[in-house]
């Protein structure tokens, strides 16, 4: 314990104090588990909130970013490399849209999206400078930056931050109604989770995504998804907006796209849309770097050779099923697809902080989201045996 307590006075002295995380040092990870630096085990039941969709240090994953690493790294996007053409070539064809332009984060691609729809907005659908409206939904979360935070609704992640940036529309998520109400003739885009996973795992009702694609047609305005934590795989699908063959204009993905290895996003949609920046309009200088191009292809395959979204879908199922069969009487609700999945606490019974941590003590490692909320997302490479045991834990907690 001594050395825990060491390793976490020392952060706590030099780090700025932006988190709260539990007080497990981490050593290790293999696959679905990490060690701590007492030797212990646990279960990854976070995957660091879908970035490792194909486990801790996948052997393939590492191999391309060995293999990359012994050639070259970056070069700047102001020289070609030899990765990021078959990355994005790999990219494009599995999920069918024209262009991509890498980043590294979320929260960069997030930028990047309303970028490009806001100079769609100017030169193709002809909207006064500087008065495009993009449709957000409420509860939602797209990053941190000043931009992302001035659309959040939730008032922590804006308190101290202005001022903002304009041009935001909040519309209550899952009301295609009132969505269709906030266009105006100056509305460029829709922006929106399929799943809103840091808001609590809210699934909208069914027919949502479908009639948000369907309105952005007849407006002309662009559908811009964020699958950075619900996509490649995670819901049971490759893409969350499959459910509802709802398929977007603009599709954002980061997270798992990187392999839990390195930080690599992108942004998808078509020469339209994309092909409104031209040299020196919007740049990164780690963005497509070779080396997140090597480690991102190989994190797309391995989501295909193992059918990662199949085993979401089958393992979520699953769990969610023995969860209802356990008939907690701390539960209000259980919600989400495939692995990602949220129980909400009771509120009579606390926030779901002291659940997390007595599943911690239990081997598996769980994080709170919107204080009621525990997420449990495994890495997809999880097997049935893994997840009964895990299960097993999690129904001695949450049991009566
Ligand atoms: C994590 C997340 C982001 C931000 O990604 P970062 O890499 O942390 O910047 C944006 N949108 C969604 C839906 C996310 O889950």
Same mark, same amino acid.
């Given at each position: 314990?001594?050395? $825990?307590?060491?390793?976490?006075?020392?952060?706590?002295?030099?780090?700025?104090?932006?988190?709260?995380?539990?007080?497990?040092?981490?050593?290790?990870?293999?696959?679905?588990?990490?060690?701590?630096?007492?030797?212990?085990?646990?279960?990854?039941?976070?995957?660091?909130?879908?970035?490792?969709?194909?486990? @801790?240090?996948?052997?393939?994953?590492?191999?391309?970013?060995?293999?990359?690493?012994?050639?070259?790294?970056?070069?700047?996007?102001? %020289? @070609?490399?030899?990765?990021?053409?078959? &990355?994005?070539?790999?990219?494009?064809?599995?999920?069918?849209?024209?262009?991509?332009?890498?980043?590294? $984060?979320?929260?960069?691609?997030?930028? $990047?999206?309303? !970028?490009?729809?806001?100079?769609?907005?100017?030169?193709?659908? *002809?909207?006064?400078?500087?008065?495009?409206?993009?449709?957000?939904?409420?509860?939602?979360? =797209?990053?941190?930056?000043?931009?992302?935070?001035? &659309?959040?609704?939730?008032?922590?992640?804006?308190?101290?931050?202005?001022? %903002?940036?304009?041009?935001?529309?909040? #519309?209550? &998520?899952?009301?295609?109604?009132?969505?269709?109400?906030?266009?105006?003739?100056?509305?460029?885009?829709?922006?929106?989770?399929?799943?809103?996973?840091?808001?609590?795992?809210?699934?909208?009702?069914?027919?949502?995504?479908?009639?948000?694609?369907?309105?952005?047609?007849? =407006?002309? #305005?662009?559908?811009?998804?964020?699958?950075?934590?619900?996509?490649?795989?995670?819901?049971?699908?490759?893409?969350?907006?499959?459910?509802?063959?709802?398929?977007?204009?603009?599709?954002?993905?980061?997270?798992?796209?990187?392999?839990?290895?390195?930080? #690599?996003?992108?942004?998808?949609?078509?020469?339209?849309?994309?092909?409104? &920046? +031209?040299?020196?309009?919007?740049?990164?200088?780690? *963005?497509?770097?070779?080396?997140?191009?090597?480690?991102?292809?190989?994190?797309?395959?391995?989501?295909?050779?193992?059918?990662?979204?199949?085993?979401?879908?089958?393992?979520?199922?699953?769990? !969610?099923?023995?969860? @209802?069969?356990?008939?907690?009487?701390?539960?209000?609700?259980?919600?989400?697809?495939?692995?990602?999945? *949220?129980?909400?606490?009771?509120?009579?019974? +606390?926030?779901?902080?002291? %659940?997390?941590?007595?599943?911690?003590?239990?081997?598996?490692?769980?994080?709170?989201? @919107?204080?009621?909320?525990?997420? %449990?997302?495994?890495?997809?490479?999880?097997?049935?045996?893994?997840?009964?045991?895990?299960?097993?834990?999690?129904?001695?907690?949450?049991?009566?």
């Amino acid at each position: 314990m001594a050395r $825990t307590e060491e390793l976490i006075r020392e952060v706590e002295t030099y780090s700025a104090r932006n988190y709260n995380p539990l007080p497990v040092v981490i050593e290790r990870g293999e696959g679905v588990w990490v060690y701590d630096v007492e030797g212990r085990r646990y279960l990854d039941m976070l995957s660091a909130y879908s970035a490792l969709n194909q486990g @801790h240090r996948h052997p393939k994953i590492i191999q391309a970013l060995l293999d990359q690493a012994s050639k070259v790294t970056l070069t700047s996007r102001a %020289f @070609h490399n030899e990765t990021m053409g078959p &990355f994005l070539r790999q990219l494009c064809e599995l999920t069918g849209y024209g262009k991509a332009l890498p980043m590294n $984060t979320g929260a960069e691609a997030v930028e $990047t999206a309303i !970028k490009a729809a806001r100079k769609w907005g100017l030169i193709r659908k *002809g909207v006064p400078e500087n008065q495009g409206e993009i449709i957000v939904c409420e509860n939602n979360f =797209h990053g941190r930056t000043v931009t992302i935070v001035s &659309f959040s609704s939730e008032e922590q992640y804006r308190y101290g931050f202005g001022p %903002f940036t304009p041009g935001f529309v909040l #519309v209550p &998520f899952g009301d295609a109604a009132a969505l269709e109400q906030a266009i105006t003739p100056n509305t460029i885009a829709v922006l929106a989770e399929p799943i809103q996973g840091e808001g609590g795992v809210l699934v909208p009702p069914q027919g949502y995504l479908a009639a948000m694609r369907e309105l952005t047609k007849k =407006h002309n #305005v662009l559908m811009m998804l964020d699958e950075i934590q619900t996509g490649l795989g995670r819901t049971g699908r490759l893409f969350a907006y499959e459910y509802e063959e709802a398929k977007p204009d603009v599709l954002i993905l980061g997270k798992a796209l990187g392999g839990g290895v390195y930080p #690599v996003s992108a942004v998808l949609a078509s020469e339209e849309v994309l092909g409104v &920046f +031209g040299p020196g309009d919007h740049g990164s200088t780690f *963005g497509g770097n070779p080396l997140g191009a090597a480690v991102a292809k190989a994190a797309l395959e391995v989501l295909l050779e193992e059918d990662l979204p199949a085993r979401a879908q089958e393992l979520g199922s699953y769990f !969610k099923g023995r969860l @209802h069969a356990l008939d907690s009487p701390y539960i209000r609700e259980i919600r989400g697809k495939g692995l990602l999945i *949220g129980v909400e606490i009771k509120p009579e019974y +606390g926030s779901a902080r002291p %659940f997390c941590e007595r599943l911690m003590r239990e081997g598996l490692l769980c994080k709170e989201t @919107h204080d009621q909320t525990i997420r %449990f997302a495994p890495p997809l490479v999880i097997t049935k045996e893994e997840l009964d045991w895990a299960l097993e834990r999690i129904e001695g907690v949450l049991g009566a």
